[in-house]
């Protein structure tokens, strides 16, 4: 059994709904009366199952919109929706319920590390008392519709956010990706579709929503990266048999990096905190993990300014990151 401490970072589960009688969102400009009866209703339920924020995206500022981004609680297209979305932010329980973004509710929970069932336990909770609460639109051939075909049926995807430096070092990562899309899954960057696997870091998730149980979704995906656990594991254990002093080098090099920058970019600082996170992998290095995981997203460049408390420069960033991840390492 692969150790998937070490290979998930995080995993989210979300559905996307559409109330009956409302026109999707791409039609609601113009139409406030109908975009604030889709925040109250969403604000409804939330009010019947946890705390929150309710956030408007156009009461808050461009850096909070980028911040929430790059934490994953909400979408690009939510947070260019400037003139009617908003998210509801669970304050305990990993939820994030995204108001008229491409469909007019897109709830997701976001936990860290391998939590499949646990973020779809509180999903469908919502799910089920929007249901009570309110009239979805549905159908009985094509099951919840959605603003995009892709998502016909279920409306949901399950997706878990992995570290996969071995598999794409050595080259097995597309392999593997051909085999998972056979099974109806697909493989996207850091922040979703189009964009890259950054830092060596890959969102595994189901392509097909229609035709499926939501159950059946969550075991596909299960199973998908249970497999992939494997494989970077092997990979890894192979990686370190072949370059051995090479690899342990290259690991120490960058920590010296990041132990002694002055100041750092975010992509210089994403490249060696990814080699960082290997060698931890490995056991070269005796680090925690999930504390490295934390650092990569509070070093992202909305949330420096967020850690500031003001608004900074790219050159003022690069030191304060610099000082921040100095400061964290030798923390351990």
Do not use: W
């Not at 939820?95 to 779809?120: K, P, T, V, W």
């Not at 049926?153 to 990562?173: H, K």
């Not at 075991?219 to 002093?245: D, F, H, P, T, W």
């Amino acid at each position: 059994m692969a150790n998937i401490d070490n290979i998930v970072v995080s995993t989210r589960v979300r559905l996307a709904r559409n109330l009956k009688d409302i026109p999707f969102p791409a039609r609601l400009k113009g139409s406030p009366k109908s975009s604030e009866e889709v925040i109250n209703t969403v604000k409804s339920v939330c009010d019947k199952l946890f705390k929150y924020d309710l956030l408007l995206m156009n009461r808050i500022s461009d850096i909070d919109r980028i911040a929430l981004l790059e934490r994953h609680l909400i979408s690009p297209n939510l947070a260019a929706n400037t003139e009617n979305g908003a998210v509801c932010i669970g304050k305990e329980n990993g939820m994030s319920i995204m108001i008229n973004e491409e469909d007019h509710i897109r709830a997701q929970c976001l936990i860290r590390g391998f939590a499949l069932e646990e973020c779809y336990k509180k999903v469908n909770a919502f799910d089920d008392k929007l249901s009570d609460m309110a009239q979805i639109a549905y159908d009985d051939k094509f099951g919840y519709l959605t603003a995009c075909p892709t998502n016909l049926g279920t409306g949901m995807r399950a997706s878990v956010m992995m570290f996969l430096p071995a598999l794409t070092i050595t080259g097995e990562l597309s392999r593997l990706i051909n085999e998972i899309q056979q099974a109806g899954l697909t493989v996207r960057g850091i922040y979703g579709e189009g964009s890259n696997g950054t830092g060596y870091l890959y969102q595994i998730s189901n392509q097909i929503t229609i035709g499926v149980s939501e159950r059946n979704l969550i075991k596909v995906v299960n199973n998908a990266v249970m497999k992939i656990c494997e494989s970077e594991q092997n990979a890894r254990a192979r990686l370190y048999k072949q370059e051995g002093i090479v690899l342990e080098d290259t690991v120490s090099r960058s920590l010296g990096i990041l132990l002694y920058a002055k100041r750092i970019t975010s992509d210089e600082f994403m490249e060696h905190m990814a080699k960082v996170k290997l060698g931890v992998a490995l056991g070269i290095l005796d680090l925690s993990m999930p504390m490295l995981n934390q650092l990569t997203e509070l070093c992202q460049p909305a949330n420096m300014c967020h850690y500031c408390g003001r608004k900074v420069n790219a050159d003022e960033r690069d030191i304060m990151r610099a000082d921040l991840v100095r400061n964290k390492i030798k923390e351990r």
